[in-house]
Structure formats: structure tokens, C-alpha cells
């Protein structure tokens, strides 16, 4: 059976971790192979040089052209919160200065806010067509459905929002909000974009119940393609400090999940019983935190995916050959 294109909008918080750049390649490995309409990557922290990363990406993948948006605010460096976690190598920076990796989009001065260029794109797609892959913040998405225009097209044009994020699926208990939402007790900002994102989004929201443990992570694979390769060099960057190069499949699992769940519906078991909720919750002595939990209180056209874990290895496997597929351009 053919499903034709997905078109998808993927979101991203590109330069604290590696597997941004791993779900980017797959996702031009897999409009390479004519699965996917890319339409545009939009950046959602305030780091200058991830978008110019991106276009070196785009670049390399023979769509130097293809839309990039960001997110405009000096009030969310993901890099800091990298460094407060132990965990930043600052690679895009460091790519985007070196000339092996051609681009022309140096800082996000050079690319439209990304609230102006999803509306200038949902307009142009017909009803109920478009997949918004978010593995980052939720700023851009909250400020899309701010805007009474945007707003209207999000319930036109999108057909649903599928979100990276820790432990999502039933329990009765607060578990703490992912990075990837702003939690962790970081980014207040972030996580309260998170929190209206989740309450007011018009169309359906698909997140994350597990992810593809070890020994099924991948990321060595890269060091066969070409050193000018810039997701081969974020990884090289990233894992150095590590002594390997395999990696977690968090972002790259989201996107398989989003292009093949329907074709392969029996790699998921999916949850509808309720709706995501975060909150912030308060302690008497003043601490506060953000949490998520799955409300069960109530039914919604939200769900949950749990990657089987029989699975984990062929998907891992087939994320791997994307990762490294060579361009057709």
C-alpha cells in the first residue's frame, strides 16, 4: 500500500544534543526517498547559530532553499541550561564557523520569525494536511496559536502535533517535565509555553510514552560518510566527550513514529483515555517545578504511543540506514 507524502513542519531546539541533527537527516534521507514533504524547520531557542547549522544541513542534503524559521526572544538559551546539565559542546557554533560546511544563513537575523513564515506556509497547503514534529520547545507553537490568524490556520491546516517528552501515558503520579518542554526546574519561560501549548492546541496531540533504550542506540554508523557531512561533525563533536558515538534515538524515534505509525500500526500500541496535562506545582517551601501526567479524568482525541520493545531493534536498525543514506543531491 502507498501512504504518499507526510508533509511535516519539524520543530527543533537544535544545539544542546545530537539527536536533533540525526532526526533532520532522516528526515531529508526520507524526502530523498519520496515519503516526506519537508516544508520547513523552525528553531525555538534563542541560540544565533543553530538556524546557520540547519542551513548547513539543508545545504548538504541538496535543499539549500528549504524554509527556516526561529524563534525571536533573547529568553531561552538552551545552551545555558546545557551547561548548568553538564551536557553542552556548543557544536553548531563551532560548525557553522568552520568552511568545510557550506550554508548561507549564518545567525537568526538572516531567517523570518517562524510565527510569520507558519502562516505564510499552513496557507498554502490544502485542509488538514500538515504534521508539526516538535522534539524542542514549544515557544513557536505557542505564539502560532496566540496569533488569531495563525490560530485559524493551525485548525485548518494541521492535521495533528506530535511531541517529544519524557513518560507520558497513565499513572497517578506528577513526574518532573522534560528539557524538552522547559522543565526540569530551568526554563520557566519554556515550560510555560508547554503548559498553554497543551491546554489550547485546536487539533489532535500525539507524545511520547517510552523511548529505544541501549544496546539499540545508534550514531557510529556516520563515521563512513564524508567528514564534510555536518551531522556526522555534531555527533563527532558531542560524543567526544563520551568516547563512542552511538546515541539516543529520542528525536529520530519521534519522527519514525510520525511517517511510519499508520503503515506499521502493529510497532505501537496507542493510549486515548484522557488528555497530557503540566502544571507547576508549588512546595510550602517555595519551590516550584514543572510536572506532566496523563489525566485520565476525561476522554479527548489526544494519545499516547509505546514503541514495543520486540521492535526496538528493526526500527533502530531502519533509523540507522537513514541516518547515513547519501543524498540524492
Given amino acids: 500500500m502507498c501512504f504518499g507524502q507526510i508533509k511535516i513542519i519539524y520543530e527543533t531546539d537544535m544545539e544542546t544534543d545530537c539527536d536533533d541533527?540525526?532526526?533532520?537527516?532522516?528526515?531529508?534521507?526520507?524526502?530523498?526517498?519520496?515519503?516526506?514533504?519537508?516544508?520547513?524547520?523552525?528553531?525555538?531557542?534563542?541560540?544565533?547559530?543553530?538556524?546557520?547549522?540547519?542551513?548547513?544541513?539543508?545545504?548538504?542534503?541538496?535543499?539549500?532553499?528549504?524554509?527556516?524559521?526561529?524563534?525571536?526572544?533573547?529568553?531561552?538559551?538552551?545552551?545555558?541550561?546545557?551547561i548548568l546539565l553538564k551536557c553542552c559542546t556548543d557544536y553548531t557554533q563551532q560548525i557553522v564557523k568552520d568552511i568545510r560546511?557550506?550554508?548561507?544563513?549564518?545567525?537568526?537575523?538572516?531567517?523570518?520569525?517562524?510565527?510569520?513564515?507558519?502562516k505564510e506556509i499552513l496557507?498554502?497547503?490544502?485542509?488538514?494536511?500538515?504534521?508539526?514534529?516538535?522534539?524542542?520547545?514549544?515557544?513557536?507553537?505557542?505564539?502560532?496559536?496566540?496569533?488569531?490568524?495563525?490560530?485559524?490556520?493551525?485548525?485548518?491546516?494541521?492535521?495533528?502535533?506530535?511531541?517529544?517528552?519524557?513518560?507520558?501515558?497513565?499513572?497517578?503520579?506528577?513526574?518532573?517535565?522534560?528539557?524538552?518542554?522547559?522543565?526540569?526546574?530551568?526554563?520557566?519561560?519554556?515550560?510555560?509555553?508547554?503548559?498553554?501549548?497543551f491546554e489550547h492546541w485546536p487539533t489532535p496531540i500525539h507524545v511520547a510514552g517510552n523511548f529505544i533504550t541501549k544496546p539499540y542506540h545508534r550514531g557510529k554508523?556516520?563515521?563512513?560518510?564524508?567528514?564534510?557531512?555536518?551531522?556526522?561533525?555534531?555527533?563527532?563533536?558531542?560524543?567526544?566527550?563520551?568516547?563512542?558515538?552511538?546515541?539516543?534515538?529520542?528525536?529520530l524515534e519521534t519522527v519514525y513514529y510520525a511517517i511510519y505509525r499508520d503503515q506499521k500500526a502493529e510497532y505501537f500500541s496507542l493510549g486515548t483515555a484522557g488528555t497530557p496535562k503540566i502544571g507547576l506545582h508549588s512546595e510550602p517551601n517555595g519551590i516550584r517545578y514543572f510536572y506532566n501526567l496523563w489525566d485520565t479524568s476525561e476522554d479527548s482525541h489526544h494519545v499516547y504511543w509505546l514503541t514495543k520493545e520486540d521492535k526496538f531493534s528493526e526500527i533502530s536498525e531502519r533509523i540507522g540506514e537513514l541516518m547515513v543514506q547519501t543524498p540524492k543531491q
Fill in 221 to 251: 554508523e556516520l563515521i563512513n560518510t564524508p567528514e564534510n557531512n555536518p551531522v556526522r561533525e555534531a555527533y563527532r563533536i558531542y560524543r567526544e566527550r563520551y568516547g563512542d558515538w552511538d546515541h539516543h534515538l529520542a528525536d
Fill in 123 to 197: 496557507q498554502q497547503q490544502p485542509d488538514s494536511s500538515v504534521v508539526i514534529v516538535s522534539v524542542g520547545y514549544l515557544l513557536n507553537l505557542k505564539n502560532l496559536i496566540k496569533d488569531d490568524w495563525g490560530l485559524q490556520l493551525v485548525r485548518k491546516k494541521v492535521k495533528e502535533l506530535i511531541i517529544i517528552g519524557r513518560t507520558w501515558f497513565p499513572k497517578d503520579t506528577m513526574l518532573p517535565l522534560s528539557m524538552n518542554l522547559g522543565g526540569q526546574q530551568i526554563n520557566h519561560t519554556a515550560g510555560m509555553a508547554s503548559m498553554e501549548v
Fill in 101 to 118: 560546511f557550506v550554508h548561507d544563513v549564518d545567525t537568526r537575523k538572516d531567517v523570518p520569525d517562524a510565527v510569520d513564515l507558519y
Fill in 21 to 82: 541533527a540525526g532526526a533532520l537527516a532522516m528526515l531529508h534521507a526520507l524526502q530523498d526517498n519520496g515519503e516526506v514533504d519537508l516544508l520547513a524547520v523552525m528553531h525555538n531557542t534563542s541560540d544565533d547559530f543553530s538556524v546557520g547549522y540547519i542551513d548547513a544541513v539543508n545545504t548538504y542534503y541538496g535543499h539549500p532553499d528549504l524554509p527556516i524559521g526561529s524563534y525571536k526572544k533573547d529568553d531561552t538559551y538552551s545552551r545555558d541550561i546545557a
